[in-house]
């Protein structure tokens, strides 16, 4: 499994410029003026992960496959989104799509670039998108709780929805006290407040490495939550350099990781998300599974076979099979383990999962 981002802002912010750069591409326009991005520009980026490339050489791999995350550009919102104000109904109806949602706030002064407010305040920005997409919960909410969608539904389910809206009213936690099926059954709503979401800053290129007042601000009012600084138009400039090129264009500003990379990590970080490897001659793999997902599960990832007719899971660390070299050779060394179902795959895994025909 991989994951789908969507990143979302008002208008002029930044978001096509950092959905080109982050799946270096030119598909999303780029333009000074509100609601350029109409419709979702999506773009399918691999993850980097230089323990493939190693992996890869070891087995002497024809291919490598990478892990993959999906970005998601969606249209610029404004307020009154939730009533259908500007590409209201169009945003929300995307957004509802995603695993995690990508807030992008602008964080730099620019007289060239028009604002959809006056001022720049990152923090009120925040606010206007997150009372959006809570008031659009209010009205999916209430909407199933009309008369002719009461029929469809059991009394414990009416019952569930009655006390998420006093929640949502509120702005309370809709989780808690919550057992899986009933958050299986918020899940198919299609509710999108309760997404887990990361605060990305856009700024501009002195404040890249150290920020500046409006960052210092996002991290004082969301001190509890995952944020990024990103300067979109250096992550621009990346994409068109070769990879010695771009190390180089790095290390002379300061930068340690670029945009993509610090997404990627706080993502999997995000949604819980461990990377298992396969490796042999035909092909070296990264596969994305959540963190204690179970060995069989695992293998169901790959193939549903796999799961269904599950032996057996033969397990090397990325750092014993880097030093053995393969399967065979670990296993020589007392560093290849057999597990059963119920093994916990950890991050780095190699596998090699044994099944019935």
Request: charged letters at 30%.
């Amino acid at each position: 499994m991989g994951f789908k981002c969507g990143i979302v802002g008002l208008p002029n912010v930044g978001k096509s410029t950092l959905f080109n750069a982050l799946t270096s591409s030119k598909n999303a326009q780029a333009e000074n003026f509100p609601f350029c991005t109409i419709d979702p520009n999506i773009g399918i980026v691999d993850v980097p992960d230089q323990r493939l490339d190693k992996l890869s050489k070891l087995s002497r791999s024809k291919k490598i496959i990478n892990a993959n995350i999906t970005f998601v550009d969606i249209a610029g919102l404004v307020k009154g989104a939730s009533k259908g104000e500007g590409l209201g109904n169009k945003f929300l109806s995307h957004i509802r799509e995603v695993d995690a949602v990508v807030h992008l706030v602008r964080c730099f002064d620019s007289e060239k670039i028009q604002h959809v407010n006056r001022n720049i305040d990152p923090i009120d920005d925040l606010e206007t998108i997150k009372t959006e997409i809570l008031l659009a919960d209010i009205s999916q909410v209430e909407k199933k709780l009309q008369k002719n969608s009461k029929k469809k539904m059991t009394e414990k389910q009416i019952k569930l929805l009655e006390n998420l809206l006093s929640k949502l009213n509120k702005n309370e936690n809709l989780y808690e006290n919550l057992d899986q099926e009933d958050k299986k059954f918020l899940k198919e709503i299609g509710l999108i407040s309760p997404k887990p979401f990361i605060i990305v800053c856009n700024v501009d290129e002195k404040s890249v490495k150290s920020g500046n007042k409006y960052t210092d601000d996002l991290r004082k009012k969301y001190s509890k939550n995952i944020l990024v600084t990103i300067c979109a138009d250096i992550e621009s400039q990346i994409i068109d350099l070769k990879p010695e090129e771009r190390e180089n264009y790095m290390k002379n500003i300061g930068l340690e990781k670029s945009g993509l990379d610090k997404l990627i990590i706080n993502g999997y970080d995000l949604l819980n998300l461990n990377t298992f490897f396969t490796s042999g001659p035909e092909e070296t793999r990264a596969w994305t599974v959540k963190k204690n997902t179970q060995a069989q599960k695992a293998a169901g990832v790959i193939h549903s076979d796999f799961e269904k007719n599950f032996i057996r899971a033969e397990v090397v660390t990325f750092d014993d099979f880097k030093k053995y070299g393969s399967f065979e050779k670990s296993k020589e060394n007392g560093k290849l383990r057999l597990e059963g179902k119920n093994y916990i795959v950890k991050d780095g895994d190699v596998l090699f999962f044994r099944f019935s025909p």
